[in-house]
């Protein structure tokens, strides 16, 4: 049996309603091309957000950030990288444009994020065989901070830049400092369903405006300073549209409210599956964290004992018409990186098996959200 109502998306785009006086300045200018106004104002207005001395280059997507972030710190082939294996693929393919080789490490299971105890047993024994990795990327999923203090202790032990993943996690905090100004460089997404869009878009935070400057060049083909176009080394066209960054600058402007709508669903969440038995909310897992709750995750854990799956859970949302999603595959459980080096248990991979991201959209109206709930009752039963 299908609901009548239109398919409800995990976390689909919602505008605020000036992106398109942005966008319109952008043609009274004729600055539809590259560059303009509106780039330069949505750099000024992440910069002003983030604080923390931050020097942010607007790009074409998260990914091409995190490939310019490897460029920088001059990670080439041969070089190994200590990549958290949960993640979006996204964060590790872009080692492997540069030549040089992902080792996965586990999650650990408060933040679902990289593992120290795993991160410092990888390094050791790379160093061990004459390996010394050349970087950590690590992975704020689902907007939860990983444990910041903990990695870079064991980052800073062994003098190993970070680059901090941060697509999911725009107006995330820990300890009072936003996600994506606590690595060596940060990385952001603004593709259609993160917490702000630009449609397709992505930037890199830098913690010097020298950094920011080469950044800029990489990515606009690296022309050297002359009348004719002359090239020293291998450049890309990476950079973010005038338009695209109109749409951002709008976007800006609603980042509050929709950390404030995003948290408001969660603690929906939190309340429904309170009284039911086996299902655990992803949440923040101490006081000093504050997740922006892109999306909302739960966990089943007895599912022998219950007879209630994620997986099934899956299939009644979907014949509702809602669409829900299981957890990242991990990536060394991927076929794209069988063979490749691992160090953990099986933490991310339980997390896999038993995980489920439910719709977090922050432009539901009050019918929508009726819908999810009644949904979720009649598979749980209507014990609250
Ligand atoms: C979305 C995402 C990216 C990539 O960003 P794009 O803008 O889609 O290229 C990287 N890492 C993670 C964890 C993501 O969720």
Partial sequence: MHDSGSRIW??????????????????????IAPLGDNVLGLEEKLEHYLESNSHVAALNSGTSALHLALLLLGIKEGD???????????????????GATPVFIDSEPESWNICPVQ?????????????????????????????????????????????????EALGSTIDGKKCGTLGTFGVL????????????????????????EKAVFLATQARDAASHYQHSVLGYNYRMSNISAGIGCGQMEVLPLRLQ?????????????????G????TNYNSNVSSNHWLTCITISDTQSTGKSTEELRQ???????????????????????GYLYFGSKVCQRLFETGLCLPSGTGMDEEQILRIFTCLKGYFGDIN
């Fill in 189 to 212: 997404s603004f593709n259609g369903n993160k917490i702000i869009t630009t449609s397709g878009g992505g930037a890199i935070v830098c913690k010097a405006p020298e950094l920011k």
């Fill in 316 to 338: 009644v949302l979907d014949a509702h018409n809602i669409e829900s999603r299981p957890l990242w595959k991990p990536m060394h459980l991927q076929p794209l990186y069988k």
């Fill in 10 to 31: 995990l976390s689909p785009p919602h505008m605020g309603g000036t992106e398109l006086d942005y966008i319109n300045d952008a043609f009274k200018k004729n600055w």
């Fill in 119 to 167: 991160l410092e047993t990888a390094i050791k024994a790379r160093i061990s065989v004459g390996k010394k990795p050349a970087a950590i990327i690590a992975v704020h999923l689902y907007g939860m901070p990983y444990k910041v203090n903990d990695v870079n202790a064991v980052a800073e032990r062994y003098n190993i830049p970070i680059i901090e993943d941060a697509a």
């Fill in 279 to 282: 299902v655990k909310v992803f």
């Fill in 261 to 277: 709508q995003k948290n408001e669903l969660h603690q929906k969440y939190i309340s429904f599956f309170k009284s039911i038995p």
């Fill in 80 to 98: 190994e990288v200590l990549c958290q294996s949960f993640t979006f693929a996204a964060s590790v393919n872009p080692v492997r444009y540069v």
